[in-house]
């Protein structure tokens, strides 16, 4: 059974740190985070591409947010500092094909295998 686990969300204030971890079963060699806030649509926030390390952020997240991977312990981080209140969100991590470009885009529709998601509350 593909499983996807997230953890480490919580509530920080405003400028402050969370890292959330992500342990799978299942690797198609792109690994993803995305969230999705209160009344929106889901969006990409990050993705690695677990073979060769290259990452890639959505402009909102950039400097802020860090992705890796540990392949030895099937597990993908996103360390998340300068917390803002519109990083508030359940945030979830998932798997894509690799299509080439040097890196693992943030198209949903390519992703699968999604975890139960973890939330993640900053407030100002």
């Known amino acids: 059974q593909v499983q996807r686990v997230e953890s480490g969300g919580g509530s920080v204030q405003a400028g402050g740190s969370l890292s959330l971890s992500c342990r799978y079963t299942?690797?198609?060699?792109?690994l993803g985070w995305f969230r999705q806030a209160p009344g929106k649509e889901r969006e990409g926030v990050a993705s690695?591409?677990?073979?060769?390390?290259?990452?890639f952020y959505a402009d909102s997240v950039k400097g802020r947010f860090t992705i890796s991977h540990d392949t030895a312990k099937s597990t993908v981080y996103l360390q998340m500092n300068n917390l803002k209140s519109e990083d508030t969100a359940i945030y979830y991590c998932?798997?894509?094909?690799?299509?080439?470009?040097?890196?693992?885009?943030?198209?949903?529709?390519?992703?699968?295998?999604w975890g139960q998601g973890t939330q993640v509350t900053v407030s100002s």
């Open positions: 690695i591409y677990s073979r060769r390390g290259s990452t």
């Open positions: 998932a798997t894509a094909y690799y299509k080439g470009g040097g890196h693992c885009y943030l198209d949903q529709s390519d992703y699968a295998y």
């Open positions: 299942w690797n198609n060699n792109c």
